[in-house]
């Protein structure tokens, strides 16, 4: 459990700017990398969901997760392949990777209802991680403006998940 | 052309011209950003609701009452021609916070 937290603490210190301060900011690759990485994140986290989760609406927010991040991430591909930028791995990407599958470890020996909860407590947490890094360091980091205007309209988009996240969890109180 | 064929045209136009109020119109309402806009929107039973999505990802258009559930792939729109008079709330089943009102008049 101790490293398990360190691991968390961690990688949210890397997403909260100190150990991108310490190499100054990050490039446009590692940024795309870290946001492509963030969406491959919640889309395994949410296929897991959808053959554990036994509440409906837990398991329509799994789907809703799927179809959003895939489509997120393949403009993104998209757009790296156009600028003709290779995504460069980073200390953050594998921070959130290490932390994402401690996760999926942990809700794994969950299940019913248990499973339902601390899944859904987790979108909320991850959402709020992800987009308080995009604000405060990705956004304001990225160079290129196309990447930049990904990343806002990815911003929008995952609030939105945040927001829809927080009811589902409030709902299954 | 005979001056016999322009009066008929000019009686058909006037009388399309003037017919236009009464006819259907087409009411547009865009989703971007997850947020639909005009988020209260006056119209007519008759009348045709188009949505536009703007975003990168899906949404959809469903009434509480389940009058009515329209799929809107990204950058693509979507339509439906009112039925029923009354006031209908309805949101993406994607994105719930996404919600709007449609004040549908006889």
Known sequence: MLVRLSAAIAAMMFLNGAALAQGAKPTDPQIAHIAYTAGVIDIAAAKQALTKASNKDVKAFAEDMVRDHEAVNKQALDLVKKLNVTPQDNDTSKALTKQAADKRAELDKLSGAAFDKAYVANEVAYHKQVNSALETQLIPSSNNAELKSLLQTGLKIFQGHQQHAEHVAAELK | ?106
């Open chain 2, 1 to 106: 052309m005979s001056s016999e064929r322009l009066v008929v045209i000019v009686a058909v136009v006037a009388f399309s011209v003037m017919a236009a109020p009464a006819r259907a119109a087409t009411i547009q309402i865009v989703m971007e950003n997850l947020v639909i806009a005009p988020a209260e929107a006056s119209a007519k039973v008759g009348d045709t609701i188009e949505w536009t999505n703007k975003d990168i990802v899906a949404h959809t258009a469903t009434a509480d009452n389940g009058d009515f559930d329209v799929m809107l792939q990204p950058h693509k729109t979507g339509a439906f021609v009112l039925k029923k008079a009354g006031t209908v709330q309805y949101y993406c089943r994607f994105h719930p916070n996404m919600k709007a009102t449609l004040k549908i008049d006889q």
